[in-house]
């Protein structure tokens, strides 16, 4: 026989027979003649239904765009859960009806946990069994820690075929991102010198926050990696959780952390406030890069947020300046008793005499002066040195002036100049 078959039989009953009298008040008792009464026949026809065929969601006929399991939420904090199977048929043959099909009967839910780092499924923790009047079940998956499940969906029909579908959900009312030391997210375009907040180009922003951001629970526990197919039924094609919010394939992450947004904010002197977002591509490198229109004496206020499989958010800020253009040194003169002058007669000249110029950063501001002084026929270097710079007032916050009593120098040094010397001096701000 093949599928949807039908062998059909057909019985039938018939009754009949006939009265003979008998004379009890003779001796010898009289037996009469037969005399028949009407015949009965009575027929019934019982057809056996072959059926070997699983029953079979809409989705797989590309009648409906429900899935053969269908949960409320596939990644919750809340414990009960619906989970619900309509779509469900048995199906019957090309030309026929639903009355060829042995017809639904019941549906059945499992519930394993998938145990990490390998994925298998332990034994079942929960079940539940409805007729096929009922499409859905309430579940309680409740959990002292964080843990994913494997819902499992037995549909039956009157003949035994079975069809089983599956998803997975996963439970997490307990875990959180957390940062880790303050090094590990820094601006790398930004000049090393000062603590990565200074940009000296305008070029992309570019950021590097490898291993910064964690969720602690997911580092120790792998339960995001593959899934091991079930050991004892089949699940195949579109019942089986292939692609979507948590597949079998396993879902990409960095410690629980499924994705990346950089956030930033561009102050502009006397200007509107201009604010961004991008998710950031390829989030396991934790490295990103963004050209933005800046100008130097700019500000960007830069923030990475990350987020993890639970829906947990954490972000973390950084202040970047622009500043491209270099200090300006201006007024360098040499001063011998309140007098400018550049010209040096002798070796006690230039013991009494002190060097001055003035530098200023109107974005940065000056961080420190190296400074050189040389002969410039020879170029022997007479001597060098840093000196820190220092605000003048609060209105001037970006001018330095700087003295360097050469005094102190020669004293030092101990260096002899002859009449035909010259003096070559750089400074550096």
């Not at 499940?149 to 997490?172: G, H, M, P, S, W």
């Not at 922003?205 to 091991?228: G, H, M, S």
């Not at 629980?256 to 390829?282: C, E, L, M, Q």
Request: proline share 4%; charged share 20%.
């Amino acid at each position: 026989m093949f599928a949807f078959d039908r062998l059909c039989f057909v019985y039938e009953a018939i009754s009949g027979g006939y009265l003979k009298s008998k004379n009890q008040f003779t001796d010898p008792h009289v037996i009469g003649e037969a005399i028949p009464y009407l015949k009965r026949t009575s027929s019934k026809r019982i057809c056996y239904k072959y059926d070997d065929v699983k029953p079979i969601h809409c989705a797989e006929k590309m009648t409906c765009n429900m899935e053969p399991v269908q949960l409320a939420e596939r990644i919750t904090k809340d414990p009960l859960i619906k989970v619900s199977f309509y779509g469900w048929t048995d199906p019957f043959p090309s030309g026929g009806n639903q009355t060829h099909a042995s017809g639904i009967e019941s549906f059945e839910v499992y519930v394993n946990e998938v145990v990490p780092p390998n994925g298998t499924l332990s034994s079942i923790v929960l079940s539940k069994k409805v007729n096929n009047t009922e499409y859905s079940v309430h579940l309680n998956i409740t959990s002292e820690k964080p843990t994913l499940y494997c819902i499992t969906l037995e549909t039956k029909d009157l003949a035994n075929n079975v069809q089983y579908a599956r998803r997975f959900v996963l439970y997490d009312n307990y875990s959180s991102l957390n940062t880790s030391y303050k090094t590990l997210f820094k601006i790398t375009s930004a000049s090393n010198t000062e603590p990565y907040a200074w940009q000296n180009h305008h070029n992309d922003v570019c950021l590097d926050w490898k291993d910064y951001f964690y969720n602690k629970f997911y580092q120790e526990n792998k339960v995001l990696n593959p899934i091991q197919p079930h050991n004892l039924i089949s699940v195949t094609s579109i019942y089986e959780q292939n692609k979507g919010v948590l597949p079998v394939s396993g879902t990409p992450n960095i410690d629980g952390i499924v994705g990346f947004v950089f956030h930033w904010t561009r102050y502009r002197k006397f200007r509107f406030n201009i604010t961004g977002s991008d998710v950031v591509p390829k989030f396991q490198k934790q490295q990103f890069c963004k050209p933005l229109d800046m100008e130097d004496g700019d500000t960007f206020y830069i923030q990475i947020e990350a987020l993890d499989i639970a829906n947990n958010r954490l972000g973390s800020n950084r202040t970047l300046f622009i500043d491209r253009t270099a200090p300006i040194i201006v007024n360098i003169n040499l001063f011998k008793n309140g007098v400018t002058q550049l010209f040096v007669h002798d070796t006690t000249d230039l013991s009494l005499m002190i060097l001055n110029f003035e530098t200023y950063d109107s974005h940065s501001g000056i961080r420190n002066v190296k400074w050189m002084i040389s002969k410039s026929n020879t170029g022997e270097n007479i001597g060098n040195g840093t000196i820190g710079a220092k605000y003048l007032n609060e209105v001037k916050a970006f001018i330095r002036s700087t003295y360097l009593n050469l005094h102190l120098l020669y004293l030092h040094l101990k260096h002899t100049l002859s009449i035909l010397d010259s003096l070559f001096y750089k400074i550096y701000a």
